[in-house]
Structure formats: structure tokens, C-alpha cells
Nanobody, 120 residues
Framework: VQLQASGGGLVQPGGSLRLSCLVSGSTLDYYSIGWYRQAPGKEREGVSCISTTSTTYYADSVKGRFTISRDNAKNTIYLQMNSLKPEDTAVYYC???????????????RGQGTQVTVSS
């Protein structure tokens, strides 16, 4: 199973971005998918998780600003990020087998990241 994250970029504070995670090599239906991020000098942290039944979980730091969704027909998970803050700057990763606790060490298959930079 391979995961490819895309959609990162440079955005001003208050702006929006939508990240995509394309899953290949298997059917997306079988997996919960999580988004994680790592800022320079910090540990990787969980951002959001969507279960196989589309139950969603969010870190407190992004609740109300980020929305995770899945399109099983396109084998793709999305992370809509609104009202971005400089502290959201990080490399964002997607991975299978997330849990509501959003612990990265629980993750299964992991993709390469996409850089998100929030700066004026």
C-alpha cells in the first residue's frame, strides 16, 4: 500500500489549503486514514483521523478549522484547512490505521509528506 500526500504550499495567515492523500495498492474502504504533522524541532503529532465509517477525530489545536473527509471511489482522503495560523507550519503526512488518540506510532502504512508554510 502506498500513500502520496499533496496540496501543500505557502499561504498567508487566515488562508486556506486542501491537502489530498491518494492511496494506491489497495482499496481505501479497508483503512482508517490519519493526518499527522511535524514542525521543525518538534515531535510528529496527530492532526486528524477518519475511520472506515467516516467517524472523524481532531486534535484540539485544529478543531473547528480543519475538516477531514474521504472519497473511497477516488481512493483519496482530504484535509481542508481553514483559518491557518503560523503555528500550523509543518510537513503533513498521511498514514493508514489511525486511532482516535492520533498517536503516530499506531500508524501502519505511511506516505511522504507535503510542506505547509503559513507566513505573511
Amino acid at each position: 500500500v502506498q500513500l502520496q500526500a499533496s496540496g501543500g504550499g505557502l499561504v498567508q495567515p487566515g488562508g486556506s489549503l486542501r491537502l489530498s492523500c491518494l492511496v494506491s495498492g489497495s482499496t481505501l474502504d479497508y483503512y482508517s486514514i490519519g493526518w499527522y504533522r511535524q514542525a521543525p524541532g518538534k515531535e510528529r503529532e496527530g492532526v486528524s483521523c477518519i475511520s472506515t465509517t467516516s467517524t472523524t477525530y481532531y486534535a484540539d489545536s485544529v478543531k473547528g478549522r480543519f475538516t477531514i473527509s474521504r472519497d473511497n471511489a477516488k481512493n483519496t482522503i482530504y484535509l481542508q484547512m481553514n483559518s491557518l495560523k503560523p503555528e500550523d507550519t509543518a510537513v503533513y503526512y498521511c498514514a493508514t490505521d489511525c486511532t482516535r488518540q492520533l498517536y503516530f506510532h499506531d500508524a501502519g502504512y505511511r506516505g511522504q509528506g507535503t510542506q505547509v508554510t503559513v507566513s505573511s
